[in-house]
């Protein structure tokens, strides 16, 4: 239908154009007698002027033909025929031949200019106009819908694809009234993949014509834009391609905005959430610390009572005082973790030996280490480290009492020291109880656990206040399943320790 549509749009331009060498025809003829021949032949080339201005350049080129003829047939000798007796006049036809084709062609070049810059300019207009809406744009759904307008206006349909990852696989989430079917998703992802455009038509198989450009800009494509026209006429995409393709580049940079702004906003969410977590962990630890305080004091004292309770009493006795130890064990945690993430802990790092944080924490937990087997491997060359010992020796004891929880009665804990590249590294591992996946950095937040157990105390906080006190010493710490159990890494910086200077006796 629209191919009969342009062929009686271009018979109307020839019709007219043999309409006006006629008119010009039937004006010169009643005064041929007055006029010279040559200025008969520039009213004829008049013509062919007026119908390359207005018309184009096919119907100017059958002016020139038609006006020659005409001129030979009603003005020169023998009239109303295509005789000529004058041989000169063969070189008039040919120069008025020539100078009407060239006329025709500089013509109708010039229109087809001017013609170009009009659209040009509309254009830039139009993205501009684009460009203003998409900026105002707050979700992909808005900037689909808004695209969609825009290409709807000359005669396309738009339908936009944004790339995601789905357990290492690209698919596409589409946004648009139509949707794409098996064999197009094919050409979006080649398009996508290899970050060029792509032209597909009835020759496909899609049974229309349809193209692919990635959503370029300055990052990795983050999507696709698949265009259609309206229409069957495959030529309407290469006739807009310049300007499709500037739309699937504003279209890229909107969405590359939008997704810098959600991270932001996550990220600004995410860190009013710590602050507020770290608030309140705060007021209760403070709030909390001083009743259980008292409650540990008040069962140490009935423990302690002379005379001595009864069994019952006794053994209720022994309950609170272990719980409100276990509570105040909690609680101290809490505060300790809301201070590191507060920063307003300074650490007294000083140079010293590791092995007497190992001592120390051991002797601490000798109680709930008695029912396993603790190997303990420390070489007798450790270098001095750097490092704040009230707070590394809280990394020590809160790794050994989770290799405690995970792990059941005459199970295996190892707590192994060396020091090489440049670093100091300690490990604990304990037999049996593993963690549930793959470890990652997600353990070491707060209030996440490595095994939901509730048969297993705890709240998430040791691995945390870990993670924060071995960063506070610019160190690194892994967690990982190794031989059949679970296995945390800590690597300190070594530096360089200071010079010891002998002592010269008097």
């Known amino acids: 239908m629209e191919k009969s549509h342009f062929s009686q749009s271009q018979g109307t331009r020839y019709s007219f154009a043999i309409a006006l060498c006629i008119v010009t025809m039937l004006i010169a003829l009643p005064v041929h007698d007055l006029l010279d021949p040559a200025n008969i032949v520039m009213l004829f080339l008049l013509a062919v002027f007026i119908t390359a201005a207005t018309l184009g350049r096919g119907p100017a080129i059958l002016a020139a033909f038609l006006n020659v003829a005409l001129f030979d047939f009603f003005f020169v000798q023998p009239r109303l025929s295509f005789a000529v007796a004058d041989t000169q006049y063969l070189v008039t036809f040919a120069v008025m031949l020539a100078v009407g084709l060239c006329t025709s062609h500089l013509v109708a070049r010039v229109a087809e200019r001017k013609r170009e810059a009009e659209m040009r300019e509309q254009q830039t207009l139009a993205l501009y106009d684009l460009a203003a809406d998409l900026g105002t744009s707050l979700s992909i759904e808005q900037v689909a819908e808004r695209t969609g307008t825009f290409l709807h206006g000359i005669a396309f349909d738009a339908t936009v694809l944004i790339a995601e990852s789905v357990q290492g696989e690209t698919s596409f989430r589409e946004y648009g009234k139509h949707r794409l079917g098996r064999m197009e998703q094919s050409f979006a992802h080649s398009a996508y993949t290899n970050q060029t455009i792509v032209e597909a038509d009835t020759l496909a198989g899609l049974g229309i014509a349809i193209i692919f450009l990635p959503l370029a800009a300055p990052v990795p494509v983050r999507g696709v834009l698949a265009v259609t026209p309206q229409t069957s006429d495959a030529e309407l995409i290469r006739l807009h391609r310049p300007l499709l393709e500037a739309v699937a580049s504003l279209i890229g940079m909107t969405v590359e905005r939008l997704h810098h702004a959600d991270a932001a906003h996550q990220s600004e969410l995410k860190a009013a959430s710590e602050r507020l977590r770290a608030s309140i962990l705060s007021s209760l630890s403070h709030d909390l610390r001083t009743p259980l305080t008292t409650l540990v004091g008040l069962a140490d004292t009935l423990v302690r009572k002379y ?200």
């Open 307 to 506: 005379p001595v309770l009864d069994a019952a009493a006794l053994e209720t006795a022994n309950i609170i005082r272990d719980q409100a130890h276990a509570m105040h064990h909690l609680i101290s945690n809490l505060l300790e973790m809301a201070r590191l993430r507060d920063g307003k802990v300074t650490l007294n790092r000083q140079w010293q030996p590791f092995e007497e944080i190992i001592g120390s924490s051991t002797r601490l937990l000798a109680g709930i280490l008695a029912n396993r087997i603790l190997e303990v491997n420390v070489p007798r060359d450790l270098p001095l480290v750097c490092f704040d010992a009230v707070l590394m020796e809280r990394v020590v004891c809160n790794l050994l009492e989770n290799a405690v929880k995970y792990s059941t009665t005459g199970a295996k804990i190892v707590l192994r020291v060396s020091a090489d590249h440049g670093a100091l590294e300690f490990s604990v591992w304990n037999a049996g109880s593993s963690f549930p996946a793959a470890p990652n950095d997600e353990i070491f937040e707060i209030f996440v656990r490595g095994e939901m157990n509730p048969a297993v105390s705890g709240s998430g906080i040791g691995l945390a206040i870990c993670k924060a006190v071995v960063a506070a010493h610019e160190g690194e710490i892994i967690a990982e399943n190794r031989d059949g159990g679970a296995a945390v890494r800590v690597r300190l910086p070594l530096g360089v320790p200071p010079e010891v200077q002998e002592e010269i006796p008097e």
